[in-house]
C-alpha cells in the first residue's frame, strides 16, 4: 500500500503564492504519474494538474499559467501555486498511480492523501 502526506496549505490573500507538497511512502513501489485534484465545498473533486514520470505536464484550463506542477526522480511532487484567486479556495488532493511489487504478481495502485486546505482571501 502507498500512503501519500500532503503540506503546505493555508490561508492567503488574492495575489499571493502557496507550495504544496506531496511524499509518498509505503513498501517497494514505483510512480508512474502523480497529480493534484482540489474539491471546493458542495462541488465534486475536480483535476488540477498532473505529471507523468517522464515529466511531462498536462494543467487545468483554469491554472495554466499560473501553478506548476514538479515532482523529483523520486516519490515527492510539488504544486507552486501563483497568483492565487478566491476561487481557488478549495481542499487540494495529491494522487499518483503505479505499481507495488511488494507481492507477486505486482499490483496496479492509484491511492489519495487526506487533502490540504487552501482558502485565498479577497
Known amino acids: 500500500q502507498v500512503q501519500l502526506v500532503e503540506s503546505g496549505g493555508g490561508l492567503v490573500q488574492a495575489g499571493g503564492s502557496l507550495r504544496l507538497s506531496c511524499a509518498a511512502s509505503g513498501s517497494r513501489f514505483s510512480i508512474s504519474s502523480m497529480g493534484w485534484y482540489r474539491q471546493a465545498p458542495g462541488k465534486q473533486r475536480d483535476f488540477v494538474a498532473t505529471?507523468?514520470?517522464?515529466?511531462?505536464t498536462n494543467y487545468a484550463d483554469s491554472v495554466k499559467g499560473r501553478f506548476t506542477i514538479s515532482r523529483d526522480n523520486a516519490k515527492n511532487t510539488w504544486l507552486q501555486m501563483n497568483s492565487l484567486k478566491p476561487e481557488d479556495t478549495a481542499v487540494y488532493y495529491c494522487?499518483?498511480?503505479?505499481?507495488?511489487?511488494?507481492?507477486?504478481?505486482?499490483?496496479?495502485?492509484?491511492?489519495w492523501g487526506q487533502g490540504t486546505q487552501v482558502t485565498v482571501s479577497s
Open positions: 505529471i507523468t514520470n517522464g515529466g511531462r
Open positions: 494522487n499518483a498511480d503505479g505499481v507495488v511489487y511488494d507481492q507477486y504478481p505486482p499490483k496496479d495502485f492509484d491511492s
